[in-house]
């Protein structure tokens, strides 16, 4: 992550260099996409570290909502950064014209940057398709509702890259064409209206998790049917899970048990119900299971 942050800097001031020597807003526009991009690689790389930290006495559930903290400022910093740059210095060239200058080194920095997007981009394309191929769901899915912040940025700025990378090479060949500086401005508008979608996109997601995001539905089907299978179970109540890290969860339920079951029965079933779950399901961290009389099956 530190030379994929290191790397957009790098393109970043390239993109800098031709949008001032070829007076392109797109460029320029592009410049400041990379700022962003490398802004959230290195919050996103702060999340990465707080998150691992061990739970203690002020945090018994541990930091991994620090994820989704650094993944939000993210987002808003691509917002901000990004977005915002594009947008107004878009307009700004739409309404008072620049005269466009030599493009070569432009079209140099963005045939040069689109292989390197790409190569990041079938990156993480490989690996949404390895997540999703286990959890067996189409990567689409799997990106639209994994917790893993990460993957989700990564995936989607890089998309956003290879996006804006053709929208600024319109822009400049359809100013070259036509001499007018305006295409040039559109284009610088497009790609800030695109870093506003990816980053609205990410900051619902990740504001989301850090309220506190209950576990996929099917995932929490699949709780309920193994509670549901333990032989003295009754009824399964209230079932309350959490999304507590991109890889951690927690559960918690009411369960009914039956009327001749001992007490030493229903503490067998409540340990084999935590095997059973700690098995099947890794991630998940704290279970509780509370046998409540009064448990009804959901209408």
Request: aromatic letters at 6%.
């Amino acid at each position: 992550m530190i030379i994929a942050g290191v790397a957009n800097l790098a393109i970043a001031a390239a993109k800098a260099a031709a949008g001032v020597l070829g007076g392109s807003a797109a460029m320029l526009s592009e410049a400041a996409h990379s700022v962003a991009d490398t802004v959230t690689e290195v919050l996103l790389f702060t999340a990465l570290r707080a998150g691992v930290r061990p739970a203690d006495a002020r945090h018994p559930f541990g930091y991994g909502k620090a994820n989704f903290f650094w993944a939000f400022l993210a987002a808003v910093a691509t917002l901000v950064a990004g977005a915002g740059f594009s947008i107004t210095h878009g307009l700004h060239t739409i309404s008072h014209g620049e005269e466009p200058g030599d493009f070569t080194l432009s079209y140099l920095v963005l045939g040069i940057s689109f292989v390197i997007e790409a190569v990041s981009f079938g990156r993480a394309a490989r690996q949404v398709r390895r997540e999703a191929q286990r959890w067996r769901v189409p990567p689409l899915r799997y990106l639209r509702h994994t917790p893993d912040t990460a993957v989700k940025a990564v995936t989607l700025e890089d998309t956003a890259a290879l996006i804006g990378l053709v929208l600024a090479a319109a822009g400049l060949g359809l100013t070259e064409v036509t001499g007018s500086p305006v295409w040039d401005g559109l284009a610088s508008v497009a790609i800030g209206l695109l870093l506003v979608a990816v980053a609205l996109v990410l900051a619902r997601a990740n504001g989301s998790l850090l309220v506190g995001r209950a576990l996929p539905g099917p995932l929490r089907e699949e709780i309920r049917a193994v509670l549901e299978d333990l032989p003295t179970v009754e009824a399964v109540g209230t079932l309350l899970t959490m999304q507590l890290g991109p890889r951690t969860g927690l559960i918690a339920a009411k369960i009914n048990f039956r009327d001749d079951a001992t007490g030493a029965r229903i503490e067998a079933a409540c340990e084999e119900a935590e095997f059973q779950l700690r098995a099947k399901f890794p991630g998940i961290e704290y279970i509780f299971l509370d046998p409540s009389p009064d448990a009804k099956s959901p209408g």
